[in-house]
């Protein structure tokens, strides 16, 4: 008996003896690290919408540590959901972490409906406890109610006004001889593969007031979507569409800003763009074939493919307009592509006469070689171009008459801050007073020109400048 008594203490001798250090419990309190002092979830679509937050959790010390207890503070009732070791809950104990080691949380926020029109906070803590300390991290989020909208026929002649958001989940037509009307303000955010189609009329016009704009992006709104392109499908205009008009509005994310495809026997625009922004694109900004198309004071900026592409023909003024690409994913398109031309799927072309006239405008980005601009008559359709006091990344000698400034320097326009998407002028701009006189008084941001405008969508302030 003795014997065995001797054995069975060695035994324990031998197991404690063995055991590695970074397994052996610590005998008190281990303050945990934490990968963020605060959880942050941005602006979440309430009751519809759940979004994720990875977080992780450091046992810095040299013995293991039994964490009691990992909770959220508002229990069942949290609009959060907790996954430890891929299990869903509100609490959890008893969870080991070894010396030097972490262990990766989930957080899952689906935030409830509300009467608020305005974004509102939606907080709790997350608790963690071992050998009575206690140790604490803020959640926090925002919850917006809106409206979804699944319908895939617009009712006609339908005017949205408003305060809440639309929810787009899946793409809208709008019909022939139908109308809809957005009003200023209205903000529409689309999810994956969503399309606004239009074979009726789309009149969006904003204000240039600050929250007066209309905007048009994709649904995801935490950081990593926010300029990414290609999040959803864009704005399709379908043949038979006339009579659209955008102002002041904002297209983001976007497989395509603007898809016009509008054929007709007349000149007068199918579209009219008015203060409008268009970045992030994937397939384009603005792509229209054989159409009529007028725009001013309009910024297109940052696509993967195409920026601007009139094609097959078709009826384009442009007048105040900066159309730049400096992103870094960009391939090798120009900025703008002028064609009379397009290979059709079956492998036929269409050609059609094209007239293009631009005023007052740029075009520049990053491209290797420099040519931004490029023009493609081998359809030989009639083409007519009328270019003058604009500003073109070009060194092509057909536009270098009539004011305008050529150039191959691909930092040569002076914008403001490209990252930022900040294409206003700097003081040192060749844009600056460059321009001719012309009826557009107001830039893309509602700010008077002088009696010298500058060329592009803004115009340069010195106060604006000043503000930076």
Not at 48 to 63: A, C, M
Request: net charge negative; glycine share 8%; with cysteine.
């Amino acid at each position: 008996m003795k014997q065995l008594l001797l054995l069975c203490m060695l035994s324990t001798a031998l197991f404690w003896a063995c055991q590695p250090e970074d397994e052996i419990l610590a005998g008190e309190a281990v303050r945990l690290q934490f990968e963020q002092d605060s959880i942050l979830f941005d602006t979440i679509f309430t009751t519809e919408q759940s979004i994720t937050h990875r977080f992780r959790v450091y046992n810095p010390s040299e013995k293991s540590v039994l964490i009691e207890q990992i909770a959220l503070s508002g229990g069942a009732q949290s609009p959060y959901t907790l996954y430890v070791n891929g299990q869903p809950g509100a609490a959890f104990g008893d969870q080991l972490l070894l010396a030097g080691d972490s262990l990766l949380l989930l957080l899952e926020a689906t935030l409830p409906e509300t009467s608020d029109t305005l974004p509102y906070l939606a907080s709790d803590e997350l608790v963690f406890m071992n050998k009575g300390l206690r140790q604490e991290v803020a959640v926090v989020g925002y919850g917006q109610n809106a409206l979804f909208v699944s319908d895939t026929v617009v009712a006609c002649n339908a005017v949205w006004d408003s305060p809440l958001p639309y929810v787009i989940e899946n793409s809208l037509l709008v019909d022939s001889l139908c109308t809809l009307q957005i009003k200023k303000g209205s903000r529409l955010y689309f999810k994956p593969d969503a399309y606004l189609y239009i074979k009726g009329t789309l009149v969006a016009e904003g204000d240039s007031a600050e929250g007066e704009r209309i905007l048009f992006r994709n649904q995801r709104l935490d950081p990593y979507y926010e300029n990414q392109p290609g999040q959803w499908g864009g704005l399709i205009f379908l043949p038979g569409s006339s009579g659209n008009r955008l102002s002041y509005c904002d297209i983001r994310n976007a497989e395509y800003g603007i898809y016009l495809g509008t054929p007709d026997e007349d000149a007068i625009p199918d579209l009219e763009l008015a203060s409008c922004r268009i970045e992030n694109t994937l397939e384009a900004g603005i792509v229209a074939y054989t159409s009529d198309l007028l725009a001013v004071n309009t910024l297109v900026n940052t696509s993967v493919q195409l920026t601007v592409a009139n094609m097959a023909g078709g009826n384009y003024t442009y007048r105040h307009c900066t159309f730049a690409n400096y992103f870094s994913q960009r391939e090798n398109y120009p900025v703008l592509l002028l064609s009379d031309n397009v290979v059709l799927a079956d492998g036929s072309v269409l050609t059609e006469p094209l007239q293009v006239l631009m005023e007052n405008s740029i075009v520049w980005g990053n491209i290797t070689g420099g040519e931004e601009l490029v023009v493609d008559n081998s359809g030989t359709a009639d083409i007519e171009l009328e270019f003058r006091h604009n500003l073109l990344r070009t060194t092509d000698a057909a536009f270098n008459e009539k004011e305008n400034i050529l150039g191959s320097d691909r930092h040569l326009p002076g914008f403001r801050n490209i990252e930022l998407y900040d294409y206003r002028p700097d003081s040192l701009s060749p844009a600056i007073d460059a321009g001719v006189v012309s009826s557009i008084e107001l830039d893309l941001e509602g700010q008077s020109r002088d009696g010298q405008p500058d060329m592009g969508a803004y115009e340069y302030t010195e106060q604006a400048e000043e503000d930076e």
